[in-house]
């Protein structure tokens, strides 16, 4: 089987903790074959042909050392199923390429018009009962009121758009000078109220780490902790995040496995979903990374995911 994976630029890449490149890798393993493309690489030809510049791609001995072979034109057709792995920011050329997929007759994962419908950090609203309160405005005066009635004054504001910690701030309205800083720092996140922003409570327990599950066709791969640097509150690995072990509660995995298996039937095979105290704070499905604190969990992870989205792709295609 032939399958395409939209990538951001290789260059860019993390090649030690990138998911896509170690999935790739997996299943090359298996006797299937892997093509890379980016965005800007397809075109839609009347009537209905979507066409994309691709290169395949051959793995030595792990997924860092990697050739990429010249491209050439092919239909989408000719592949089993395309991955849709490029990061935000969550734009109109992103949307502009959902917009093409959605001409493909090949399994596209995740779905175009699910990439669409579930913003990363407003899919929460989808599922009231799993996640932590959430508020999402424009207006700054109310955004500002709104923080005035947490605990504590104190809230975590996250752009609409972007990932990794990209413009997630802190706002302390309680403290001492704190409601004239947040009112400037919620003016220029909002551009002045013409850009919305998500609005959360800040939550202490992010301290002792933030949990990040990764979801495969309605049911949990893998389990971790992301605990920050100290005197940090941002769990990203790109801000220096530790991973360690994590082994979920009962109710906890009762709760994402409901989430998982709802998102799945729409469309929603991969996702990312992080976690403090118990509550889901953001969903991440356009490019979610697989996060293990060792490679013994690591390689047992993407052995599951590989034959999990292997028997899916067996059963699509009967």
Known sequence: MKHLFIIDPITKLNKEMD???????KLQANNHQVFFTERQNFSLTFPNSLMANV?????????Q?????????????AFSAIHVRIDPP????????????????????????????????????FFPEASAPSYVSCNPDQILSYIKTLPGQDAVLKPLNLY????????????????????KAIGEACENGSKYVLIQPFMPEIFEG?????????????????????GNFLANTGQGATLLPYQPKAEEHILVSKVAKELAKNGVM???????????????????????????????AFAELTDLYLKFLESYVH
């Open 164 to 183: 990794g910690g990209r413009g997630v701030m802190r706002l302390q309205v309680g403290s001492k000078s704190g409601e004239e800083d947040a009112r």
């Open 55 to 63: 290169s395949p791609v051959n793995f030595g001995d792990s997924p």
């Open 65 to 77: 050392h990697i050739n990429i072979a010249p491209p050439s034109f092919l239909p989408s057709s």
């Open 90 to 125: 969550f734009d109109l050329n992103y949307i502009g390429l959902t917009w093409l997929l959605n001409h493909s007759r090949t399994l596209t994962l995740n779905d175009p018009e699910a990439l669409r419908t579930y913003n990363e950090k407003l899919a929460l609203f």
């Open 270 to 300: 991969f996702c990312g979903m992080d976690m403090i105290n118990g509550l889901i704070t953001e969903i991440n499905i356009t490019s979610p990374r697989l996060l293990t604190p060792d490679k013994e969990q690591e390689n047992k």
């Open 210 to 230: 933030e949990v990040r599950v990764f979801t495969a066709f309605g049911q949990p791969v893998s389990w971790c902790l992301k605990k920050p640097e100290p």
């Open 19 to 25: 998911t896509t490149l170690k999935f790739a890798f």
